[in-house]
């Protein structure tokens, strides 16, 4: 019975393409510990999260039945034993008079017996029956029998006989793609709630650093307010402009409270005890723009097509109803069985000569044919014309689904280019705005600008600060979309589903 993640999914010790430091899924993992590093955020949401530990029993339920449908064809003992009186009348062939009979009937019976897929069922006893009566001796009788009997129309092709098992196999392996998205989805919530705890983070350092420049400049204009070098209207400025960073730093701070606490239920972390240090997103490469991917639109559609959980499982249901169709047009034909019956039988007044006179010349022989049809085939007409239905909305269903697929990577890809695009045109920005503080610095130290127009100039730096990091994290969280909607954000980053195949092509 599985416990956890690491039962139905395998984590290797590297993380591919991404490039992030390895880490084992038995590694030793902070419980309770400040730092969390990406990966660790993680390997523990797969190993602690309550709803993948849930989702992880569906393949081990579809597996169940699957063995109870390969069970149809086990071979079976069968083992019957009776016993019977009666009593009759009689007529005497010489006098024509009639008289009552009184007689006791014991059989013992064993054997085992299977049916195959070919629509052939096989039969094989032993059998031991004993006769007395108050007109006739005792007699006992052995028997050793063959029975065979073969489908000539009705279940008589071996791909008929299995449509179930075949159904169960396909239920089990959409039950691994359910996992495989239900992971994907997970993973992909994981992380997105870790990034936007690093830019919560970043933001509230790039506040603080702000705010202590504010309040520094606040310290020398009451300096220069003091020795009557500087306005006492240019410290007021001052001072309102370091209130607002104050109050921004309480946003930021309610903010990354928030964020942290979208990133502990992500990991399924116990409550922390009291006084214990907050939880930290330790960035593996701080807030550094990620690299372009080299794969271009084409062959993006390609893998959505080829790797998407839905698309395959859309496959499967597809796959499931052409062998309903297969099971429904061969419930149209008349059932026509040939049956052979054989037995070698011993008869003596004891069992043990019974047994022994089998090699003699009594046995029993018989053949035949047995056809049955319905009267009216409505009903099985009706069940063929809803399979066929259901395979062709399952058809229709695919094709939507591809279409849907392919605008949700296009529309991904248009995201992560845009993100990209802002990425450099919000450094570009937060670069030349600190080209603008510097110039209003020197400008304010001549005498030719004004503390309004050095703390405008802050403040406007102080946006395109925080739009570069968070430009830098909707690229990072573009990414991730793009790899969700291709379907490879498991590949991407290492992370394989047991007891997942690819789909065939319907």
Known sequence: EPTGAADRVHIPSEWQPSGLPGLALGAELPESGPELSLEEAVVLALRRQPGLLAQQLNPVIAGAFEAIERGEFDAEWFASATASRDRAQETARATGEQFEVSGRDREVRAGVRQDWVTGTGVEASVGHAQRSSDRTPEQQTARLGLSLTQSLLRGRRPEVNLVRIRQAELATMASAYELRGFTEALIARTETAYWELVLAQERIRIVERSLTVARGQVADLRQGV????????????????????????????????????????????????????????????????????????????????????????????????????????????????????????????????????????????????????????????????????????????????????????????????????????????????????????????????????????????????????????????????????????????????AGETMAREP
């Not at 062959?299 to 429904?328: F, H, S």
């Not at 061969?330 to 069992?351: E, H, Q, Y």
């Not at 946006?463 to 990072?476: D, K, L, N, S, T």
Request: charged share 25%; no cysteine.
């Open 226 to 497: 003091e020795v009557g070098s500087v306005a006492p209207t240019d410290a007021i400025v001052a001072e309102a402009e370091a209130a607002r960073r104050a109050q921004d730093l309480i946003d930021a701070q309610s903010n990354l409270q928030t964020q942290r606490l979208r990133l502990e239920y992500q990991v399924a972390a116990p409550p922390a005890p009291v006084g214990a240090p907050p939880l930290v997103a330790v960035s593996p490469a701080r807030v550094e723009v990620p690299e372009q991917p080299e794969e271009g639109i084409e062959a993006r559609l390609g893998l959505a097509d080829r790797m998407r959980a839905d698309l395959n499982e859309a496959r499967l249901r597809i796959q499931r109803d052409e062998l309903e169709v297969v099971a429904t047009r061969d419930g149209l034909l008349p059932r026509l069985d040939l049956f052979v019956n054989l037995a070698k039988t011993g008869f003596a007044s004891s069992l043990g000569d019974a047994f022994s006179n089998l090699d003699g010349n009594t046995y029993e022989v018989r053949a035949g044919l047995s056809l049955s049809q319905a009267v009216g085939r409505q009903a099985a007409q009706a069940r063929e014309v809803v399979a066929r239905a259901t395979r062709d909305q399952s058809e229709a269903a695919l094709d939507n689904a591809r279409r849907l697929a392919a605008r949700d990577v296009r529309l991904a890809w248009t995201e992560v280019e845009r993100a990209r695009a802002q990425t450099e045109a919000a450094a570009e920005t937060r670069a030349l705005q600190e080209e603008v503080v510097r110039a209003e610095l020197q400008r304010f130290e001549v005498g030719t600008s004004t503390a309004l127009m050095v703390a405008q100039a802050q403040r406007d730096l102080l946006a395109a600060e925080i739009a570069e990091a968070e430009a830098v994290i909707q690229h990072r969280l573009a990414l991730i979309g793009l790899h969700v909607a291709e379907g490879t954000l498991l590949e991407r980053r290492g992370i394989a589903v």
